[in-house]
């Protein structure tokens, strides 16, 4: 099992900056992606940003150029930095972790808050 605590979030104008942390705990050893999910009312839950155990990432077409994702092994750690930022990114978000035998992430943070006002 893996647990997954956020934090980080928060209300803020839109151009400005946020970073989200998320902290990993428990059986890490077969886990291969981290990702930041996103889910504003109403919506649908979408992939923002992900990266892999050999450092891969991905990011949405939405926050290209704009958000990082970043993975501290030593800390089990997974960073969202989140610039110039607009009210479009309000939404929670959640932290989610795959195993390398899955094709879908398999577990989750509980979310946090984001609200970017205009």
């Known amino acids: 099992q893996v647990q997954l605590v956020e934090s980080g979030g928060g209300l803020v104008q839109a151009g400005e900056s946020l970073r989200l942390s998320c902290a990993a705990s428990?059986?890490?050893?077969?886990?291969?992606?981290m990702g930041w999910y996103r889910q504003a009312p109403g919506k649908q839950r979408d992939l923002v940003a992900s990266v892999t155990s050999g450092g891969n990432t991905y990011y949405a077409d939405s926050v290209k150029g704009r958000f990082t994702i970043r993975r501290d092994i030593a800390k089990n750690t997974v960073y969202l930095q989140m610039n110039s930022l607009k009210p479009e990114d309000t939404a929670v978000y959640y932290c989610?972790?795959?195993?390398?035998?899955?094709?879908?992430?398999?577990?989750w943070g509980q979310g946090t808050q984001v609200t970017v006002s205009s």
């Open positions: 989610a972790a795959r195993d390398s035998c899955s094709k879908a992430y398999d577990y």
């Open positions: 428990g059986s890490m050893f077969s886990i291969n992606a």
